[in-house]
């Protein structure tokens, strides 16, 4: 005997009936044009509308990019967020916001390779599309790169986090600046001093904001690699997706052997971005995740090549 309960059949009503049900309502009479030419264009008003805006535009929009790098992988996809902006005076009421969007899709078209001499024809395209003389891009995306252990030789993928910003002025040219944000390993040099053993770790944070040199050319230099070495090489030890214990040895002996404070870190990184010859002034900071204490440890930097006395 079958004693499996039938399931009733619910009779539903149709999804147009079910629509109205929830709220929907009829289509009401269409009087406004539907031709973009004899549409009003209330961000092309012409008035005296006050104040001179710095900066206005979109945020927010993820795109996939075109990543090229000196470390292996060497071709990478990634997916980037952009903000675009632009000045208007105050003659203008606003910008279009429509043609941000339709640049990026025509550059993603093509291949959208995340270099400067891309950002910069990007920008200066960009003040044209506006009828504005300044336009700025900013993207940040996570730029992956393979690690080794040091003993074992196993590889994984580490990444770091990347912004880049280009600015183009009809009359003051391109600016440039970059950022680089890395995760390390400290270890405490006041906990290894006072224990009779061992001492506590952390693993620490770099951000690294750069601004570059009017003649940087980009042909030939990595700076992202150049960054993340600045960040790594003064670090207690480097993190590692892979590690075997011959790995693991190797990394916490090192550790040990070359504690910092976040004080260290952003003094160690900041004298190695001085003797980088493309970076004109830079702002570092170290954020350490404490192990043993329920807050964080954090130290900033900055610095002016071109004003040392600043």
């Avoid at 270099?115 to 003389?133: C, E, G, I």
């Avoid at 590889?155 to 040219?173: C, P, Q």
């Avoid at 214990?245 to 040990?256: I, L, N, S």
Wanted: with cysteine; charged share 25%.
């Amino acid at each position: 005997m079958n004693n499996v309960k039938q399931m009733d059949h619910k009779q539903l009503p149709s999804k147009q009936e079910r629509h109205r049900l929830f709220g929907s309502v009829e289509p009401g009479p269409k009087q406004k044009p539907i031709e973009k030419n004899k549409m009003p264009d209330l961000q092309n008003l012409q008035k005296d509308f006050l104040f001179d805006i710095d900066a206005v535009g979109i945020s927010n929009v993820k795109y996939p990019i075109t990543v090229k790098s000196s470390l292996s992988p060497v071709s990478q996809t990634t997916i980037a967020t952009f903000q675009f902006t632009s000045r208007i005076p105050k003659t203008s009421k606003g910008t279009n916001m429509s043609r941000f969007t339709e640049q990026l899709h025509l550059y993603h078209e093509k291949g959208f390779v995340a270099d400067f001499h891309t950002l910069k024809v990007f920008t200066k395209d960009l003040a044209k599309r506006l009828n504005q003389d300044d336009a700025t891009i900013a993207l940040t995306f996570p730029w992956f790169y393979e690690r080794r252990g040091p003993q074992s030789d196993m590889v994984g993928m580490n990444h770091a986090t990347i912004t880049m910003s280009v600015t183009f002025d009809a009359l003051k040219g391109y600016s440039i600046q970059a950022s680089l944000t890395a995760s390390i390993t400290t270890l405490c040099p006041c906990s290894k001093e006072i224990s009779e053993y061992s001492a506590h770790n952390q693993r620490g944070h770099i951000t690294m904001d750069i601004d570059f040199m009017d003649d940087f050319d980009e042909a030939g230099t990595d700076w992202k690699e150049m960054l993340l070495e600045a960040a790594e090489s003064n670090a207690s030890a480097r993190l590692h997706p892979v590690l075997k214990r011959p790995d693991e040895k190797m990394v916490t002996e090192q550790a040990y052997e070359n504690p910092r404070f976040v004080e260290d870190m952003v003094r160690l990184v900041a004298a190695d971005l001085y003797e980088l010859p493309f970076v004109s002034k830079f702002k570092v900071s170290c954020r350490n995740e404490e192990s043993i204490h329920m807050h964080d440890a954090i130290a900033t930097l900055s610095y002016n090549k071109l004003e040392p006395n600043s």
